[in-house]
């Protein structure tokens, strides 16, 4: 290749990885929703593939955009449902608990209420969630377009992202390309099991509750099992929270059985084998990396980078693992010390 050919390669690749970079810093404040759409579209593309061949690609992309806002408005409808229907029942809960320990040494951790915020607790605990709502999003036009981002990136992601691959790949020489497809393959598998096993952990989670919390006799067992299917959502510290307010709750009662059952019984039941055994396991299964390596990613990721650390974590441990292995084969191959003999 001509010397001068080369240079205007390289001054083209830097120009656009310039680009990039610019976008990247100006658009920082979207990274978080920017690395959920592709990591669904990342999970649905298998599906998609399989659509494009019955359908065209453009309508394959708008039915499995719509039926996943669809999936989100329902899920968030019915939970929204069952939590509103009962907002007496949890306003009665929280009282309960702050009173029962108000003159304990646990009452510098639970949140201090007025007289009028006691005589209201429904209502209070509904300013406090709009309030946690709106601290969250900041802004709501800026959330709107935050959403609506999200929508027409898994949209576009979906249909060219299996071309951007493809293009990516041809930049690159022969053997670097090899590692790059299975660095590519480890990550799309990573992600595919991240998002199928935590939304299958929920569902076992709110599955086994439903039982479990009708021996015990509480009134509204649906409930329970809802706020512990809804909290198994929430990456490591969800479900265990809110076993531990279970337990307190039902120590506030002064129902000392009932908290011991649900520490010793409903911890290791609904969230321990959960959390240890089932996600690391079947994450381990597809992405073939040792499942400790998985719960690594998952503790380092989510406390240091929030809720896109769910996604970031496990694929950077995937990919120095597989890192390590493509090394491995490369040094320990014979035909390849042969060859450099």
């Given at each position: 290749?001509?010397?001068?050919?080369?240079?205007?390669?390289?001054?083209?690749?830097?120009?656009?990885?310039?680009?990039?970079?610019?976008?990247?810093?100006?658009?920082?404040?979207?990274?978080?929703?920017?690395?959920?759409?592709?990591?669904?579209?990342?999970?649905?593309?298998?599906?998609?593939?399989?659509?494009?061949?019955?359908?065209?690609?453009?309508?394959?992309?708008?039915?499995?955009?719509?039926?996943?806002?669809?999936?989100?408005?329902?899920?968030?409808?019915?939970?929204?449902?069952?939590?509103?229907?009962?907002?007496?029942?949890?306003?009665?809960?929280?009282?309960?608990?702050?009173?029962?320990f108000q003159n304990t040494g646990l009452s510098a951790f639970l949140p201090t209420f007025t007289e009028a915020q006691f005589s209201n607790m429904p209502g209070t605990l509904v300013h406090l969630l709009l309030q946690s709502l709106l601290s969250l999003t900041g802004n709501v036009m800026q959330s709107l377009i935050s959403v609506i981002i999200f929508f027409l990136s898994l949209s576009m992601l979906l249909y060219y992202g299996e071309h951007i691959g493809n293009t990516v790949m041809r930049m690159f020489s022969p053997k670097l390309s090899c590692a790059m497809e299975k660095m590519a393959e480890i990550s799309t598998n990573t992600i595919y099991a991240l998002?199928?096993?935590?939304?299958?952990?929920?569902?076992?989670?709110?599955?086994?509750?439903?039982?479990?919390?009708?021996?015990?006799?509480?009134?509204?067992?649906?409930?329970?099992?809802?706020?512990?299917?809804?909290?198994?959502?929430?990456?490591?510290?969800?479900?265990?929270?809110?076993?531990?307010?279970?337990?307190?709750?039902?120590?506030?009662?002064?129902?000392?059985?009932?908290?011991?059952?649900?520490?010793?019984?409903?911890?290791?039941?609904?969230?321990?084998?959960?959390?240890?055994?089932?996600?690391?396991?079947?994450?381990?299964?597809?992405?073939?990396?040792?499942?400790?390596?998985?719960?690594?990613?998952?503790?380092?990721?989510?406390?240091?980078?929030?809720?896109?650390?769910?996604?970031?974590?496990?694929?950077?441990?995937?990919?120095?693992?597989?890192?390590?292995?493509?090394?491995?084969?490369?040094?320990?191959?014979?035909?390849?010390?042969?060859?450099?003999?």
């Amino acid at each position: 290749m001509d010397p001068f050919q080369l240079r205007e390669d390289h001054q083209l690749l830097l120009l656009i990885c310039a680009i990039y970079i610019l976008c990247i810093v100006v658009f920082w404040a979207l990274i978080t929703v920017l690395i959920w759409a592709a990591a669904i579209a990342t999970a649905l593309l298998p599906f998609h593939k399989k659509l494009s061949r019955i359908v065209k690609p453009s309508v394959s992309v708008t039915f499995i955009t719509v039926w996943v806002l669809l999936i989100i408005l329902l899920v968030l409808s019915v939970s929204s449902s069952i939590l509103y229907g009962n907002i007496d029942r949890i306003g009665t809960m929280v009282a309960s608990l702050v009173h029962g320990f108000q003159n304990t040494g646990l009452s510098a951790f639970l949140p201090t209420f007025t007289e009028a915020q006691f005589s209201n607790m429904p209502g209070t605990l509904v300013h406090l969630l709009l309030q946690s709502l709106l601290s969250l999003t900041g802004n709501v036009m800026q959330s709107l377009i935050s959403v609506i981002i999200f929508f027409l990136s898994l949209s576009m992601l979906l249909y060219y992202g299996e071309h951007i691959g493809n293009t990516v790949m041809r930049m690159f020489s022969p053997k670097l390309s090899c590692a790059m497809e299975k660095m590519a393959e480890i990550s799309t598998n990573t992600i595919y099991a991240l998002i199928v096993v935590q939304i299958s952990a929920a569902v076992i989670s709110f599955l086994l509750a439903i039982p479990f919390f009708t021996f015990l006799g509480v009134e509204d067992p649906l409930l329970f099992a809802t706020l512990i299917g809804l909290a198994m959502l929430i990456p490591l510290i969800g479900a265990q929270i809110m076993i531990l307010f279970y337990a307190l709750y039902f120590m506030s009662l002064g129902d000392t059985g009932r908290a011991v059952i649900t520490l010793l019984a409903g911890y290791p039941l609904l969230s321990g084998w959960i959390d240890f055994y089932y996600r690391p396991v079947m994450m381990g299964k597809r992405v073939a990396i040792p499942p400790v390596m998985m719960m690594i990613g998952i503790f380092a990721g989510v406390p240091f980078l929030g809720i896109a650390g769910f996604i970031i974590g496990p694929v950077l441990i995937a990919l120095a693992v597989t890192g390590y292995k493509i090394l491995a084969e490369e040094v320990c191959d014979p035909k390849a010390r042969s060859h450099q003999n």
